[in-house]
């Protein structure tokens, strides 16, 4: 099973809403990634947790919030998102066993904010 | 510094045409160097991965490419195009090999014609 599963498919919510976007692989992976994707633009990494360890990208604002209950459950916590927060956010994770590793990708949610 | 361009943002083969997107990359080391498809609608999946075991890497779904260091080139080509090809690609440039400090290009968005 090579599957990375994201909920909900879809959300859309108000600037003044607290939602979260959930991610999980039962793949064994120890690095689960979130990414977040513009339309027509690459993806853009924004944490990773790496064998629960965090790594963030400094230009992520507050208002998104990682957490990384256990090693296969990836939970992205949303809260007074603005417009330009709209785009669809990606799950990822890898095995993180070297040069020959391979990343998995889950299907995204796509985030509306009004 | 690490980045990669892609030449071409669209293009455009017939159906059962040789595919060739063109990837070239910037990296004062020997980088490690993806290829990654999005279909419509989805996340990305990974093609192929170069970690200088090859310089001609076989990835998924019959596609390839080979790492050419004398001209910084990483192309992805694939001997016949299907329909089902359509979709976005990009190419990425990682100096640890890791995912975690993956830069990705701008992406090109291939177009079969039937």
């Known amino acids: 099973d090579t599957e990375v599963t994201q909920t909900p498919k879809h959300l859309v919510m108000g600037m003044t809403n607290k939602k979260s976007l959930k991610c999980e692989q039962h793949?064994?992976?120890?690095?689960m990634y979130w990414y977040k994707q513009k339309a027509k633009k690459p993806p853009e990494l924004m944490f990773v947790?790496?064998?629960?360890?965090?790594?963030i990208n400094e230009s992520v604002p507050s208002r998104f919030s990682p957490e990384c209950p256990n090693s296969s459950l990836l939970n992205l916590h949303l809260h007074a998102l603005q417009p330009e927060d709209s785009a669809l956010y990606l799950c990822a994770s890898s095995q993180e066993s070297g040069v020959t590793d391979t990343q998995y990708f889950g299907p995204g949610t796509r985030l509306t904010v009004l | 510094a690490q980045s990669v361009t892609q030449l071409g943002s669209h293009v455009s083969v017939s159906e059962g045409a040789l595919v060739l997107l063109r990837c070239n990359y910037s990296?004062?080391?020997?980088?490690?160097l993806f290829w990654y498809v999005q279909y419509p609608n989805q996340g990305l999946q990974l093609l192929l991965k170069?970690?200088?075991?090859?310089?001609l890497v076989k990835g998924i779904n019959g596609f390839e490419a080979e790492f050419k260091k004398s001209e910084t080139s990483f192309h992805l080509t694939k001997p016949s195009a299907h329909m089902s090809d359509a979709a976005e690609y990009f190419c990425?440039?990682?100096?640890?090999?890791?995912?975690?400090?993956?830069?990705f290009g701008i992406g090109t968005k291939l177009q079969v014609i039937p």
């Open positions: 947790y790496s064998y629960e360890k965090l790594s």
């Open positions: 990425a440039v990682s100096l640890s090999g890791g995912y975690q400090k993956v830069t």
């Open positions: 170069y970690t200088s075991a090859a310089t």
């Open positions: 793949m064994g992976h120890r690095a």
């Open positions: 990296s004062s080391v020997p980088p490690y």
